[in-house]
């Protein structure tokens, strides 16, 4: 009888994988729903296994080894394997149980509103939402689907169905607007603090370059990790945000925020519903797909962001 190689504990493993994708011990602490210490003892237990270090640690960051590059491909391959095939079985079953990405301003200012209709129209189907500050690219290990933002190129090895495209607006509270030095054209943010997403830098230079005003030479500025954060700063009266339209439409309806600005600058790229080529077909990611056009074409914020 053949003896099957000995293999590390998979929670060791699993913390590994993820902080091997994040570069971060934070990050991946909060994927799995545990501390950053408990990540960095599993990771070190994986170390001494193996009889090596996987990451070398420089202050707060992380860096792969040789031997954590090594391992990395083959861990991010076999869970995204264990979790099409565990989907593909829990379909067969009749669980219909689907993880989508979203990225966590969209699921609050958008997507939950709305997940009374799907629940409605697929009472089979158990949608669990996997939110991130800085979900950008799909993440195929840990989730079926993505409703993510990407800008070209798309990866070759992802099936993309196009939602919409979305317009940056500048948003303030009534107060900071109105009152003071008050805001009236672009070439006065230079008065305001700028309210900042530091995972899309380009946003503001985008912005003022449509509107004319190129770089302010000298701002006040806050950083947040999500459009969300910078809205409720805004809303708060700390400074002018700029998100994208869709996610602050809600508020501005209910007047917690104005836009001083009729100026939206077109963002370069899109947003996408992402997921593996060889999954397109799945009837669950099919009947979400589907669904998810359909709220896009039924509502009336994006009817001015052409597909």
């Not at 958008?110 to 800085?134: D, G, I, K, V």
């Not at 230079?190 to 946003?203: M, P, W």
């Not at 009837?283 to 001015?304: C, K, M, N």
Request: aromatic share 8%; net charge neutral.
């Amino acid at each position: 009888m053949t003896l099957r190689p000995r293999l590390p504990p998979f929670s060791a493993l699993r913390a590994f994988e993820a902080a091997a994708r994040h570069l971060s011990f934070r990050e991946a602490g909060e994927e799995l729903c545990v501390t950053h210490s408990a990540i960095s003892h599993q990771v070190r237990d994986l170390e001494r296994d193996l009889g090596g270090p996987l990451f070398w640690r420089t202050g707060r960051r992380v860096e792969l080894t040789e031997a954590g590059a090594v391992l990395f491909p083959v861990l991010r391959e076999a869970f995204a394997r264990i979790g099409e095939t565990t989907a593909h079985l829990r379909q067969r079953a009749g669980t219909g149980e689907i993880t989508m990405q979203v990225y966590v301003t969209v699921a609050s200012r958008w997507l939950l509103p709305r997940l009374h209709r799907f629940e409605a129209a697929n009472p089979e189907l158990r949608l669990r939402l996997s939110t991130s500050h800085r979900g950008w690219d799909f993440d195929s290990g840990n989730a079926d689907v993505g409703m993510i933002y990407r800008e070209p190129p798309l990866e070759p090895d992802l099936d993309y169905a196009l939602l919409f495209r979305s317009r940056l607006i500048a948003v303030a509270d009534h107060g900071l607007v109105r009152g003071g030095v008050g805001l009236r054209q672009p070439a006065e943010l230079i008065n305001h603090r700028l309210l900042s997403v530091y995972t899309a830098q380009g946003d503001w230079p985008r912005w003022l370059d449509a509107a004319g005003v190129g770089v302010l030479a000298s701002h006040r500025s806050l950083l947040f990790d999500s459009y969300l954060l910078a809205l409720e700063a805004a809303i708060d009266g700390r400074g002018v945000a700029l998100v994208p339209d869709f996610v602050a439409a809600a508020d501005l309806r209910a007047g917690r925020l104005i836009q001083p600005f009729e100026l939206a600058a077109l963002q370069a790229g899109a947003w996408y519903l992402a997921s593996r080529r060889e999954r397109t077909s799945d009837r669950a990611i099919r009947q979400l797909r589907q669904w998810l056009i359909a709220e896009v074409a039924a509502d009336p914020d994006l009817e001015s962001s052409p597909c």
